[in-house]
């Protein structure tokens, strides 16, 4: 990453003499340290192509996303855009079109997908090493909501519990929408169809903090997702198992170096990053000997060498990130969430991609 | 176990003659070797009270449990029984008030609960210890139905998939009644509905081999359960977690031996057995020294005991066992969840214990 | 086990009204309840051999061990004796040459043997599966002695930390003869040497409660065997790792069922009872499905049924127990690394098999 | 560390023309690309003091290590440098004697005290939260040494093997050093005396690849140290236990984020990163939120961070790295455990800090 990527400027507060104090502490060029979006969109156009800053973040409160990626595309910046990549579908898809008219790099910070196993995973189902899947189950335990929850003076401070700033759904939008993006990431697969339950726990708070979702696939598979930010005392206990005809494959965020490759008839047999036995893509996301663990930050490196590697129109199926698509369709899910939810919890569908 | 229990005949086989052999082998007398549960009742009626068995075990397929269990309890003898008590809620009341009537010890064969761990989670969960539950997530994941779902000619040779041997369903009356069972036993809470998905994975099959269920409990509280007969190469991967409002414990039953607390702003804690901190329920179920594991067996041993001990009518709370009401509950929840799953995934209320 | 065995009588107490309350307890014959273990022996060689107690085990403190199994074995009874079998050498080669005098069976209390992925590993050394082995590695670590060592009254209530009733040995004649065991029983190598440094913790107290050895074998493989009692803290905390040419196996006794099996340039292999895939040894010692834990007194029960099949005369490899050559073996192991620490930490030879 | 280090020149290659591509690659100045580090220091000193390069990092073969790092420091370069960092003590206290002289930051690439969860457990150690220690075990095993160590050509490929190269020892040196170092960071203790075996495996082999080291403490505590690079598939399993008077502390190199805190009479707690509960040198040495995996890349970037506020003149024990003396500690180790192992397994000082 170090070769890929240096911090130029941004905008890096609301308040403007916080940020140049910032990037002051960071030996930042403060006449790049910008006070809104559009000063930055207008300073960084007047530089010559090869100067101007070739990807920006966008990693603000989710109301936020969609007005800053739609101005940044527009002016041609390639953008990394935090998740949810909006607060509603039709806004996704309109920064789809964008993207497609202005032909930026775009992707989503759907970081799990940057773990070397989680490649692995799905370079070995797409192989067909576990045959046709037949079952999934995803889940995404966290607790950090849960010392806020109760307490409405707390709760207030927390933006994602907060519609005007966190958008229509906390639990789900925040981190369903990754235990979504990984099954359809790992499988291959599309999922169809969804009937959702979600609780708010208090009947003062307004959006979701839990919610479990039975899932339907195109072609008919099913599966189960679950997601909480209410599982006291978790952390970031994100798994994903998923049954084929002939094997199954697990994964946990929390020890990321260890794929179980269950196989009927056979042994458990434990698949590790930085072996030649393993696939192309987990071997190029991979940096280090065999046994010394790789981190989250990884992870998102992982990412963030993709996008480089795209922006220099070098981009490789093993250097692989999350795009607008993948935006799109987990904006789809939180909707269809919501609706099946709302609707008394009946099967929703999610179109096709 | 050994001190309570000795076996002394009973009805091995529907061939007498190879019934007979199975007798000899053990060294039991080939007069209590009987040809079918009325020739036993009958014969084991004819001895004084204190030589008749004290304790007949019902392991047969599904459909014969309730006639069975019917028979030797209107006799009078205590009965153990495999779950599904029996194929539909209706008998399994049935049994209740024959139970009720003539005032026999009866149990159900939820062995989990027999775990010193398990009964160490519901004794600190009724202690406070974890603080009001606010989310239960419990699954059991097994795959030996894979490999003969998709062979009809394999599949009828397996009992649990035959309606007529089986009852109306296989997973769920399998093995979903068991986390089922595990929920209502370490919560104490009461699931008042559920709204259920299940898979028969096969056009030409009859039965479920997979369902996910949401669950909503007496209270507000919600959950959710998953269980699979087609989770390709798992084992016996049953799992629950249950979170309070300042603490959770979770258990696995492939690692029986460590139950984890999560406590909000402390490290995680993993209780084992065997240690004078535990609680009284665990202490009396545990056999061993720290560290040594506890297997299956001793798990149902430790039911075995709680019977042993109502027969001499020495019962205590310390050496419990499932009774007939887990019996019914488990027949209320196999038909709600077919409920369910048959009226396009509604919510089924459970009545009330 | 229950058809194999019943508990008939014995010398329970030293106490005789104690042992007589005991028996009367688990409704046993009084008249079989004997005083000591001379009366034992005259009582029942006085019976029909067909109905004379068939095996007699010897659980007492060390230092009784000796006396009592030579008594038995000479009046021809069949023994299962607690480990270490003797507190010298002398003592357990004279026991050696009485049992094959007498030709008795006779079985050392090896339990971890009994694991069915401990004979499991095995058999896959002996098929040669990690091939020729090149390094072992071996621990067993407690911690109960821990808050009783450093004060002489608490230490004097212990009879293991009691030259005159433990023996020469406490830590290394208690658990470190395990470990020494599962070494040569699992790699079917002999230690030819070893170096041993010793530590008694206080310098009031007498008997080792840790040790670290050092260990060669017989063709020039080396290894490490560490025990400790005051390992603070921990359970049973047993572990061997045995590392061939191209592979190596794991495995510990706190989670007995995962065996795991390291191969150059494959994924790690997790192997687990109850398969169709594993060794007939291992097939045999597993009485469970898969993923069910078997326990402690599981792999107690499989030594058990092999002492009983050895006593009909059914004897089998798949039905191993540990005999006395195992048994001598242990005091040579406990000798050489006494002699190790009291002569200056040098290299001391266990004389062959 | 993006933030403290950008890579500005360096001798990248012994092949000039290699190492200009390199540059090339990575934008780097052609004119800070060095021949050799004679060319380096006289380049840079050439500059003003504030452009200089500001820390060189020396990670080639063992037997450079200390002809470049006393250049460096001599000519007042700051410096990271790999261990062992010579093939020699006295090599080492020279470097020592001139890092004193030229007041220069030098720091040991002892990457693992970076990780979050063992600065965590030293904090506990001198807090006193397992009291005095007792007993100390750590080991580290590779396999990777394996495949290559019985073949001649294969073994010339590896520098590591080869005395000229490596230096007096290839295991030890190489990774015996980092779990000595472990043990004397994590308790504060002194290694004062040692008993080592080494194994060459082949006797064309002329360096240890494999050795178990029996340590002693000033103090009189006892512990064990095992190495091993034919620990066939062994990936980088480092762990270390320290057992005290009232609990013990655990950690594994290969699931570093878990720390196990053992405690007499309680249940086990498992202590992870990010957590306000935890010690500031844990809390400042962890940059991501509970639950996600920190890395081996991290755990280096705390050392670089470290040297990075040191250069700055902010040295802080939060931010604490490896210096000079543990780098001479270490070759002392190194001269200790050969000398031992040399003069027939004896006992060997190793000098007081």
Request: glycine share 8%; aromatic share 8%.
């Amino acid at each position: 990453m170090g070769d890929d990527y240096a911090l130029i400027g941004g905008v890096f507060n609301q308040d403007h003499a916080r940020a140049l104090r910032f990037a002051d502490q960071l030996a930042l060029d403060p006449g790049r340290t910008y006070r809104d979006i559009e000063a930055l969109i207008k300073g960084e156009s007047a530089l010559a192509p090869e100067d101007r800053m070739q990807v920006v973040t966008v990693a603000t409160p989710n109301f936020l996303h969609f007005a800053m990626a739609e101005k940044l595309i527009d002016a041609g910046f390639n953008v990394i855009c935090e998740k949810p990549i909006t607060t509603t579908v039709a806004e996704a898809l309109e920064l789809a079109q964008l993207i497609e008219a202005r032909r930026v790099v775009f992707a989503v910070a759907h970081t799990y997908t940057g773990y070397p196993m989680v490649r692995q995973m799905r370079a070995m189902i797409a192989a067909g090493l576990i045959g046709a899947v037949q079952k999934v189950h995803a889940q995404y335990y966290q607790g950090w909501i849960n010392p806020v929850i109760r307490d409405p003076a707390l709760r207030r401070s927390v933006w994602r519990l907060n519609p005007a700033m966190g958008g229509h759904s906390c639990c789900i939008g925040d981190i369903g929408v990754h235990a979504f993006n990984l099954i359809e990431y790992t499988t291959g697969l599309t999922v169809s169809e969804l009937l959702a339950d979600i609780d708010m726990l208090e009947p003062s708070n307004a959006l979701d903090v839990d919610g479990n979702v039975l899932l339907r696939f195109t072609g008919g598979v099913k599966g189960v997702l679950c997601a909480s930010q209410i599982a006291t005392a978790e952390e970031n206990n994100l798994q994903i198992a998923v049954y084929g005809r002939t094997g199954a494959l697990k994964w946990s965020q929390e020890n990321p170096n260890r794929l179980q490759h269950l196989q009927e008839g056979k042994p458990l047999s434990i698949v590790t990053p930085g072996h030649a036995f393993n696939e192309l893509v987990a071997r190029q996301a991979s940096k280090l000997p065999p046994g010394h663990p790789e981190g989250f930050i990884d992870a998102m490196g992982n990412i963030y060498r993709g996008v480089a590697m795209a922006v220099r129109g070098q981009a490789h199926d093993a250097h692989d990130f999350p795009r607008i698509e993948e935006g799109v369709r987990g904006m789809q899910f939180v909707e269809a969430v919501l609706a099946s939810a709302r609707d008394g919890n009946r099967w929703k569908p999610i179109q096709d991609r």
